[in-house]
T-cell receptor, first 113, second 112 residues
């Protein structure tokens, strides 16, 4: 059973054309995360939500925005994608508490033309 | 701040060889420690975890022991298979922290 679902799996956009990636979860976890992962690198945290409380990483560009309308869904908006934003975008969820691991979705691979 | 250091890859081994991937950490307090695995084109999957000192996490023949005295959480497997080829990430989660800190990842290639 899919637990963290990301759509689409592959997204192609044009330079400067806004794009939205979506994530949904069936785990009812409080915390949701968005990561950017470039080839052969570790995932880089962009932001996370604890319930509706939004936490932005200090080095996340303003070009990246997020929405979490309810517990199950979270969206990543890239307002004006540049060539450097081509990457795999990973959504993850977890319960609160340091003993709890993150559950990752399969990722959306973004190509910027 | 918290950090994780793991051995650089790629690591190339023959099938049935013994595997060790080193991981050390810096953290205040007593973090929980994790190993994640990422197969090509997929998201990360939890491989194993340990939440307190001297705990041993194990799964699919992989093991790692939480060593507080050496701040280490090395991943081991006695006999690797071609299907173990992937990227492995060591990670920690600290006290009252929603974030997980990842190491840079180690790519493992297993040759038949």
């Amino acid at each position: 059973d899919a637990m963290v679902i990301q759509n689409p799996r592959y997204q192609v956009t044009q330079f400067g054309k806004p794009v939205t990636l979506s994530c949904s979860q069936t785990l009812n976890h409080n915390v949701m995360y968005w990561y950017q992962q470039k080839s052969s690198q570790a995932p880089k945290l962009l932001f996370h939500y604890y319930d509706k409380d939004f936490n932005n990483e200090a080095d996340t560009p303003d070009n990246f925005q997020s929405r979490r309308p309810n517990t199950s869904f979270c969206f990543l908006d890239i307002r004006s994608p540049g060539l450097g934003d081509a990457a795999m975008y990973l959504c993850a969820t977890s319960r609160v508490g340091q003993d709890n691991e993150q559950f990752f979705g399969p990722g959306t691979r973004l190509t910027v033309l | 701040g918290n950090s994780v250091t793991q051995m650089e890859g790629p690591v190339t081994l023959s099938e049935e060889a013994f595997l060790t991937i080193n991981c050390t950490y810096t953290a205040t307090g007593y973090p929980s420690l994790f190993w994640y695995v990422q197969y090509p084109g997929e998201g990360l999957q939890l491989l194993l975890k340990a939440t307190k000192a001297d705990d041993k996490g194990s799964n699919k023949g992989f093991e790692a022991t939480y060593r507080k005295e050496t701040t280490s959480f090395h991943l081991e497997k006695g006999s690797v298979q071609v299907s173990d080829s992937a990227v492995y990430f060591c990670a920690l989660r600290g006290n009252r922290d929603d974030k997980i800190i990842f190491g840079k990842g180690t790519r493992l290639h297993i040759l038949p």
